[in-house]
Structure formats: C-alpha cells, structure tokens
C-alpha cells in the first residue's frame, strides 16, 4: 500500500490475448509505434534497415479463434543503410521521422513513401526520436554523440535550431510532454534530465545507473525512467522523489494461491545489457514493458517476457512470455483504445533472426476503412470499451497520496528505509539549472 491509501485497490484486468503476429522484417526490431489516434495501423523499424507500415489489427481478426501471422506489410520505407532505431509519427499522420545508425535524421511522407527531409548534425548513431512544437513543426533527435538537436521542418535549415548538450554519454530516449513545454530525455551517464524550454530550465535527477528508457506521465507530473539494474523508476518531477519501482533483481516471486498446482519458476523482469523500453498504460494506471531472456543455469525460464505492473499496489498484473528462443524484447507500444504491441529478436531458426510483433487484446476489435489512410476510426466491441474506462486508480491520485504521507512509501513496504531500490538515487538538491536558448 502506497502512502497511506485507505482502501483495497481492485484487481485490474489487462490485455493477454495474442490477436496478430508481424513476420515482417530480416532482423530483430528496434522500434514499434502505433499510428496516432485511432491506432489503426502500426510502424515498426528494425535492424535490417527498413521501416514497415502495417495494419495492427487485420479485419478478419474479429471472432478469430488463433492468432493470425502477416509475412508482407503493406508499405515499406527505404532510406536508412544502417538499423533503425527509433520511430516517431505525428499527430496528423501524414508524416513520420525515423533514426538510427546513419547518424541521420529522417522525415518522411507516409502516402508517399519517401523522405522529405534528411539532418546530418550528428557525430555517431542517433538513438531516438519525437515530435514537438505546434503541428509537430520541430523534430528532436537524441544521439550516441550525447547531443539533443532540434530541427524546424517549416524551414530549409540544415542546422539545428537548439543543440543541448548537457549529457556526457549517449542520450538513449526522448519523451517530448507539450502541455508543460518540457523535453525529457535519458542517458547511459545515468542521468534523467527534463528540459522546460519555456523557462530555459533543465532539471537533473541520478539514477547512477544507465537509463534506457524515459516517460513522462499524462499529466507531467512524474516521470518513468528504466534503468540497468533491472528497475523500472517513478518519480515525482516536482522534487525528484521515488514515488515506485518496479522489477529488480530482488523481487520476491508470486506464490501460488490455495487449490493451484506449483508451476515452474516464475518469470523475473531483467533489463542488464541492452536498451528495453517501458511505457506507461490504461490511462498511466499500468507500467508496460519488455525484458531481456534471464542467463543460462539460474532455473529461470530461457526466454524474454513482457511485464505489466499496477501502478498503485506494485503488483506484476501480466507477464507475457514471447517464447523459449525470445533474446529480448526491447520496444512495447500502448495504443489507448486497449491493445498493444511489442517486438524484438525471435530466433526460432537458428540460422536466421525473425521480426516478433504480438498485439495482444480480451476482445476482439475491428478496423474499418482504407487501409493507407492513418486517420482511419476503429470500431471497438463493447469489452474493448469497458477495458479502456475500467481504470479505477489514477496517477494524479499516486501522487497525492504520497505527497500527503509526506514520505512516499516504496512499493509493498512500510518505509522507504534500506530499500534497495532507493540506493544510487541521490537527493534532489540544486536539481534545477539554466540552460541556454539560442
């Protein structure tokens, strides 16, 4: 119980139907996004340099008793001689930006297939990517160079409008959170820094571990920052606090409950090596995330899962598994009307790397109308509606019973002392600094 909430939180239902599978790609997939609202399609980047546009849910899914396998997308977008690592789509869905190992960045036309603008400010590879600005006019690029630039795509300019170059190593995730005008960003120096790019401000939080993924809550006020120590952190952005933390390496396994056989042992959440992304879900209710595959001999199963925690109480609500010869899976997807996506590495044939997309939901849920219009409405069942307005615990509610309590309480302890996910976190002194606006 979390800082003092006097009631029995629900147990939440989550996602878990596998509906579709993407056998798409000649390599392991870096990046996974849904179009933007109503989510009917999905683009996926992967290794083998190609960005594909497929549908997330095909029509004939609805009353599907299996899981269905797509081998073809229906567009492919060539450009990149290198991975691609990170896929951002704007609001309109007319155009896409993408990233990757060129040290380039790419903005596309969706209907067209074709790029209509390529920077080339960055020094090494480019690890992510997001839109800003109104009608998405910016773009904001995050690199191995351990530089963030912003481009202006009204412009013909083939500088960067702003360079911040605060972060000592690569800078792995971007998170762009525009009703507060803010710019989160994560690095492999372990550091979490939020830029507010009205007031020139940037404030700084420590993990001391690499971050590998960063998030900003729905209402700004928290931000999600996944780590290399096998955690997953939230924290109030007000003062830098540890308001949860989910996974770890110390993390108790679930007990069977009376009447259940004893089963194998459970999954754990493991992120050590390689950059896995975590999303927030269900109107921030939900922490959503990928794993990677546990080591040989510790009698864990072999391999990687997709992990969902609730929020308030702490608790693994699903764990996913992807299969036995899953290495990892390092990018998920929520899409607001109740599925999602992840994908990664699936090596079933041994002597080749296959693309892994799962969508999963309870219900089954059509798609209507064009298929390369992005801006296509999905008719949803019933289930798929309740799904969506069955969230009961928000995170403004997180945040308020914890700052109440004074002290937040760490996930399903009684205090936050000697809590070892709250070691390498240092204080929040002197968090906030200036930053220059040129």
Not at 159 to 181: G, N, R, W
Not at 186 to 200: E, I, K, L, T
Not at 276 to 285: E, G, K, L, M, N
Request: charge should be negative; glycine fraction near 8%; proline fraction near 4%.
């Amino acid at each position: 119980m979390l800082g003092g909430v006097g009631k029995e939180m629900p147990q939440k239902q989550f996602p878990s139907r596998h509906l579709h599978t993407l056998r798409t790609h000649n390599g392991p997939v870096n990046a996974v996004t849904f179009s933007s609202y109503p989510g009917t399609y999905v683009l996926t980047g992967s290794s083998d340099r190609a960005i594909h546009l497929s549908r997330a849910i095909p029509t004939n899914a609805e009353g599907s008793a299996t899981p269905l396998e797509t081998t073809k997308p229906i567009q492919r977008y060539e450009a990149h001689g290198y991975s691609v690592l990170d896929i951002a789509v704007a609001a309109d869905n007319a155009r896409f930006a993408s990233v990757g190992g060129d040290r380039q960045v790419f903005l596309w036309d969706v209907e067209q297939g074709g790029t209509t603008r390529r920077w080339t400010g960055h020094n090494s590879k480019v690890e992510a990517v997001q839109f800003a600005g109104d009608g998405d006019s910016v773009v904001v690029s995050g690199s191995a160079d351990t530089t963030i630039n912003l481009w202006d795509t009204r412009s013909n300019a083939h500088k960067p409008i702003q360079t911040l170059t605060e972060a000592t190593d690569t800078v792995s995730s971007l998170h762009v959170h525009m009703p507060s005008y803010s710019i989160a960003s994560g690095s492999y120096d372990g550091h979490a820094r939020v830029y507010d790019v009205r007031m020139g401000k940037t404030t700084v939080d420590v993990l001391a571990h690499p971050v590998t993924s960063v998030r900003c809550s729905s209402d700004g006020n928290a931000l999600l920052i996944s780590t290399l120590d096998s955690y997953i952190r939230l924290l109030d952005r007000a003062d830098g606090k540890l308001l949860a933390a989910f996974g770890g390496t110390t993390q108790k396994e679930e007990q069977p409950r009376p009447g259940q056989p004893i089963s194998a042992p459970s999954y754990a959440y493991r992120n050590t090596e390689l950059r896995v992304r975590s999303v927030f879900a269900q109107s921030d209710a939900v922490i959503l995330s990928g794993s990677e595959a546990q080591p040989k001999g510790d009698g864990m199963p072999r391999g990687a899962a997709v992990f969902a925690w609730d929020v308030l109480s702490g608790e693994t609500i699903a764990t996913v598994p992807m299969g036995d010869n899953v290495k990892a899976v390092s990018c998920v997807a929520w899409n607001t009307t109740g599925y999602w996506a992840a994908g990664g590495a699936d090596v079933i044939i041994l002597t080749e790397t296959q693309v892994l997309s799962e969508f999963l939901d309870d219900a089954a849920i059509e798609v209507v109308g064009n298929q390369y219009d992005l801006n296509t409405d999905l008719s949803t069942t019933e289930a798929s509606v309740m799904l969506v307005k069955s969230t009961l615990w928000s995170l403004f509610e997180l945040l308020q019973h914890a700052n109440t309590a004074g002290q937040p309480q760490s996930i399903g302890e009684d205090s936050t002392k000697d809590d070892p996910r709250l070691l390498n976190i240092e204080g929040s002194a002197n968090r906030a600094k200036d930053f220059s606006l040129r």
